[in-house]
């Protein structure tokens, strides 16, 4: 199960924290990734962090924006969301990571999703 918050609606610039608890499954071995859908969009990944938390991977358009981070002693997977522009509307999902196509995650399970919204 997977249970996400944090999301809502924001200025452009604004900050969000997302947040995914997690549980079922043994947090701390799987790679885990964010992804996120915009209206009328199919889903686009967000960042992938490894299971020692200390490799993490962003796509190029919130690199220098984003931040992915994970407590394994909360099974907990996070988002820092700085500079948000209305692109980044979207529902943003977390996801498990079953294993890599060359570089890009495959994800077997996803959260429910949080919306953010960013307009003024």
């Known amino acids: 199960q997977y249970v996400e918050s944090g999301g809502g609606m924001v200025q452009p610039g604004g900050s969000l924290r997302l947040s995914c608890t997690t549980s079922g499954f043994i947090f701390s071995i799987f790679d885990m990734s964010w992804v996120r859908q915009a209206p009328g969009k199919g889903p686009e990944w967000v960042s992938t962090?490894?299971?020692?938390?200390?490799?993490?991977r962003y796509a190029d358009f919130v690199k220098g924006r984003f931040t992915i981070s994970s407590d394994n002693a909360k099974n907990t997977l996070y988002l820092q969301m700085n500079s948000l522009k209305p692109d980044d509307t979207a529902l943003y999902y977390c996801?498990?990571?079953?294993?890599?196509?060359?570089?890009?995650?495959?994800?077997?399970?996803w959260g429910q999703g949080t919306q953010v919204t960013v307009s003024s």
């Open positions: 996801a498990r990571v079953e294993g890599y196509s060359g570089t890009s995650p495959r994800h077997d399970y």
């Open positions: 962090i490894d299971t020692s938390g200390d490799v993490t």
